[in-house]
């Protein structure tokens, strides 16, 4: 599958990949939305193509929909963690 550059070249899909990285955390869509400061559609487009790149997966429980990273998420979450510090230095 191809994956689109242009998805990770904006601050929001950046800080929700970085931010499910934090596997500390139980992680639904609302939570993550008021994590990065993103509203809950922009937020939930941006978890259906992630989903599609095969980067989260989502697991119903109840009512609610987790999120958990794949190890290509993971991968993905760790190398733009060292852009970010690079940038940031």
Request: hydrophobic share 40%; proline share 2%; net charge negative.
């Amino acid at each position: 599958m191809h994956m689109e550059p242009s998805l990770f070249l904006h601050e929001k899909p950046v800080r929700a990949i970085v931010a499910l990285s934090d596997t500390k955390r139980t992680w639904y869509a609302h939570l993550l939305s008021k994590e990065i400061d993103c509203s809950y559609a922009h937020l939930a487009k941006v978890l259906d193509q992630f989903e599609e790149n095969g980067l989260v997966e989502f697991h119903k429980e109840g009512r609610v929909k987790l999120l958990s990273m794949t190890k290509k998420g993971e991968e993905l979450a760790h190398d733009l963690e060292t852009v970010l510090m690079r940038l940031s230095k």
